[in-house]
């Protein structure tokens, strides 16, 4: 389905396309996916697509879902970290949810700020 919209977007002249994913739900038979095969799907595709279309590039942005609550988001981040490990295109981690019915965003600041912080000693700069 993702490299379908993908190629509607090359069709569309795009050639940098930035999608939003959460890592640690894709599954197979055996259950969730380890990260390294997700980024593996990832960097398969984006090879297919540059074999016809040099140019195309993705960047990735982690979520986290605000529902979920504080230890679901700190494990969503050690996975966008993980996956920025692997993958030089998870540029960013970006909190979602309805604003005005889940916690907001300053219930976090803790953990985003503790990654904030990993993240710059890792790779100096700011993610």
Not at 14 to 34: A, K, M
Not at 60 to 70: E, F, M, Q
Request: proline fraction near 4%; charged fraction near 30%.
């Amino acid at each position: 389905m993702l490299y379908r919209c993908l190629k509607e977007y090359i069709r569309e002249y795009s050639t940098i396309v930035e999608i939003r994913h959460i890592f640690g739900c894709l599954f197979d038979d055996n259950g969730p996916v380890p990260i390294q095969e997700e980024i593996k799907l990832f960097t398969d595709m984006v090879k297919n697509i540059q074999s016809f279309t040099p140019l195309f590039q993705i960047r990735i942005i982690s979520i986290g879902l605000k529902i979920v609550g504080r230890n679901q988001i700190k494990e969503q981040i050690e996975l966008c970290y993980q996956a920025r490990e692997i993958c030089p295109w998870v540029v960013g981690f970006d909190l979602v949810c309805e604003e005005d019915h889940n916690p907001g965003i300053d219930s976090f600041l803790d953990i985003l700020l503790e990654y904030k912080a990993k993240f710059k000693a890792r790779w100096g700069e700011d993610f």
